[in-house]
């Protein structure tokens, strides 16, 4: 069997320096090519045809799980993510692994492993990976105002906007800056007690007072107890059925 060829994709160099340092002592007659984002990796994977990748979930461009769909069954794909929430989605997907950071040499033994029987056609003797749990939603966030860090009761949260690269806390007696995106936190969050209801903003269920139409068609939130009027874009009006 001739050398199997090896797509790493990471926006991280130094995570992706590491894990192709780890698959070069593991696989050692493995061929291995790098990318630095998703849209380079695509442009790789066509050119070249992975025989497998070890796939970042979160890159610019194009994420890990859009690439393994592109991909398809021509290159078997190991997810290798901080992010556990993706492990259900990745094995819809067709994953050989998903491989949790910070990487285990054990851990990314028993996945090279896996792919090596894809490979030679014999999966099927091996045990199925099993998906790690999802984390349990916070109770509390640390949110910054000026050189102060809060820690806020996710009780007391009205809304949550977002805001670059951050994301604003907004409760009814202050606001403040966390280090996540809306769509990080989304992620991490109950979403029974907290829907997105537009790509910028995300709202606590229990203080949504009301949903209503304006006359140019568009579906407004009012909260509970604050003077905020917040924007439902299309995507999530399903979530107000009936109005």
């Keep these: 069997m001739s ?26 007659e493995a061929r291995i090519v790098e990318a ?10 066509r050119e070249t045809a992975p025989r497998v990748a070890f796939l970042d979930i979160r890159m610019p461009g194009l994420d890990g799980l859009e690439l393994a769909r592109v991909f398809q069954a ?12 993706h492990a259900l989605e990745a094995f819809d997907e067709g994953a050989v692994d ?3 950071k910070p990487l285990s040499m054990e851990r990314l033994a028993r996945a090279v492993e896996r792919a090596r029987a894809r490979i030679a056609g014999g999966a099927r003797d ?3 990976p099993v998906a790690p749990p999802k984390a349990p939603p916070p109770a509390w966030l640390q949110a910054t105002v000026g050189n102060t860090i809060h820690f806020i009761d996710l009780a007391d949260v009205v809304y949550f906007c977002a805001d670059a690269k951050y994301t604003r806390v907004v409760t009814d007696a202050m606001e403040a800056h966390i280090r ?7 992620e991490s969050l109950d979403g029974r007690a907290f ?8 709202v606590a269920v ?6 209503a139409r304006a006359e140019d068609g568009t579906l407004w939130v009012q909260l509970r107890g604050h003077g905020a009027r917040l924007p439902v874009s299309q995507r999530f009006q399903h979530l107000f059925k009936g109005m």
């Design 3 to 28: 050398a199997p060829s090896i797509l790493v994709a990471d926006d991280e160099p130094l995570l992706r320096a590491e894990l192709c340092e780890a698959l070069a002592r593991l696989w050692p």
């Design 36 to 45: 630095e984002d998703g849209i380079e990796a695509l442009r790789i994977g």
């Design 74 to 85: 021509r290159t078997h794909v190991v997810f290798v993510t901080a992010f556990g929430e």
């Design 98 to 100: 998903y491989v949790m």
């Design 126 to 128: 091996l045990p199925a």
């Design 180 to 186: 996540l995106s809306l769509k990080e936190l989304a």
């Design 195 to 202: 829907w997105q209801i537009h790509r910028g903003y995300m």
């Design 206 to 211: 229990k203080r949504i007072a009301a949903a």
